[in-house]
């Protein structure tokens, strides 16, 4: 009798950590988990009190029924971004779920090259803070989402208005100071291009950052860096970062006036092989960005957000994370158990 034919298993699925940034803040993003989980507190409350009292004014902040009129700006948003990626990768590596690889969007990607070893979570923090310093002297301005492409948005581009952002084949994101991207927005609109203005007060990757860093250059220092453990895929270079790249701080001083190239570089990473993207940050932005990338369309990779779309009550925070770790559980190739720390 002929041995029966084994059945082909199924290929393990390589779990990209995705980290949000600049934009997807939202009040009280993932304050549910605030002294319910033990690791996503301890690593907030780290935060809080490295940052001294300005750690104390976010956390009043973050935590508040009605988010500070300085919510968007750099010194709110950026920090509590940053801290909260960074509770939420820890959380869920606690959880039993290690990455393959890591990737982030803006200071996403801070906190991606924070999981993966290039920074200590107090080096970011301190090297945030600085940057706050730095770049609050940055021309009032901001950036605006479009829905169309590259070549469709350069015919309406004004003096001083950059492409900031390329986040899918029609999702862009246009970069400048005031008075220049408000005359863009009139022109966009009046050309009928849907647009709308991105949640931030200053003109994020637009060359200006360029200058503002070189006159304050004195007021960041370079603590040491480490090659990653985990593979990070920087939206910066369309790659995966090497060693000499990851190492080096002119790198990451320089980010803040480089295009994000997240869309491209998203679209390469899930084209290669199985994945399955968890998007581990306040909101569903990227989700929704992988879910119309054509890998996972045709049903080759996947993408989870572990948040509700939008922050709701404590427990949504709760029920969405343990849901979302069912379901990661129940994949092919997962951890035999899965389980959050509340």
Same mark, same amino acid.
């Given at each position: 009798m002929d041995a029966p034919t084994p059945h082909p298993t199924t290929p393990r699925r390589r779990?990209?950590?995705?980290?949000?940034?600049?934009?997807?803040?939202?009040?009280?993003?993932?304050?549910? @988990?605030?002294?319910?989980?033990?690791?996503?507190?301890?690593?907030?409350?780290?935060?809080?009190?490295?940052?001294?009292?300005?750690?104390?004014? @976010?956390?009043?902040?973050?935590?508040?029924?009605e988010a500070p009129a300085a919510f968007d700006d750099i010194s709110y948003a950026q920090p509590l971004l940053y801290a909260v990626d960074c509770a939420l990768?820890?959380?869920?590596?606690?959880?039993?779920?290690?990455?393959?690889?890591?990737?982030?969007?803006?200071?996403?990607? @801070?906190?991606?090259?924070?999981?993966?070893?290039?920074?200590?979570?107090?080096?970011g923090l301190r090297y945030l803070s600085e940057y706050i310093g730095v770049y609050r002297h940055a021309p009032p301005g901001g950036m605006l989402a479009v829905a169309a492409g590259p070549e469709e948005v350069e015919t309406h581009l004004v003096p001083d208005v950059v492409i900031g952002a390329v986040n899918g084949p029609r999702q862009v994101l246009l970069s400048a100071p005031e008075p220049a991207l408000s005359q863009v927005e009139t022109a966009l609109r009046r050309a009928g291009v849907t647009c709308s203005r991105a949640r931030a007060l200053q003109p994020f990757h637009h060359p200006v950052m360029r200058r503002v860093a070189a006159a304050h250059a004195d007021a960041l220092t370079r603590p040491p860096l480490r090659p990653p453990?985990?593979?990070?895929?920087?939206?910066?270079?369309g790659h995966t970062l090497d060693e000499a790249t990851a190492?080096?701080?002119?790198?990451?001083?320089?980010?803040?006036?480089?295009?994000? *190239?997240?869309?491209?570089?998203?679209q390469r990473l899930l084209s290669r092989g199985r994945h399955l993207l968890v998007e581990a940050g306040p909101g569903q932005s990227l989700t929704a960005l992988a879910r119309r990338t054509p890998a996972v369309a045709n049903g080759d990779a996947e993408a989870l957000a572990l948040l509700p779309a939008r922050?709701?009550?404590?427990?949504?925070?709760?029920?969405?994370?343990?849901?979302? *770790?069912?379901?990661?559980?129940?994949?092919?190739?997962?951890?035999a158990e899965l389980s959050p720390d509340f």
């Open positions: 779990v990209v950590f995705a980290f949000p940034g600049q934009g997807a803040q939202q009040p009280r993003m993932a304050a549910g @988990l605030y002294g319910v989980s033990p690791s996503f507190t301890a690593t907030m409350d780290h935060a809080f009190d490295a940052l001294g009292p300005a750690g104390r004014t @976010l956390r009043a902040g973050w935590l508040a029924a990768g820890t959380m869920l590596a606690e959880a039993g779920l290690r990455p393959d690889a890591v990737l982030g969007h803006s200071v996403g990607e @801070l906190a991606a090259a924070t999981l993966a070893g290039v920074f200590t979570f107090d080096c453990h985990t593979t990070v895929l920087s939206a910066y270079t190492t080096d701080w002119r790198f990451w001083t320089s980010q803040p006036a480089e295009p994000v *190239l997240f869309g491209p570089t998203l922050a709701g009550s404590p427990d949504d925070d709760v029920k969405a994370v343990r849901a979302a *770790l069912e379901q990661l559980a129940a994949g092919p190739g997962a951890p």
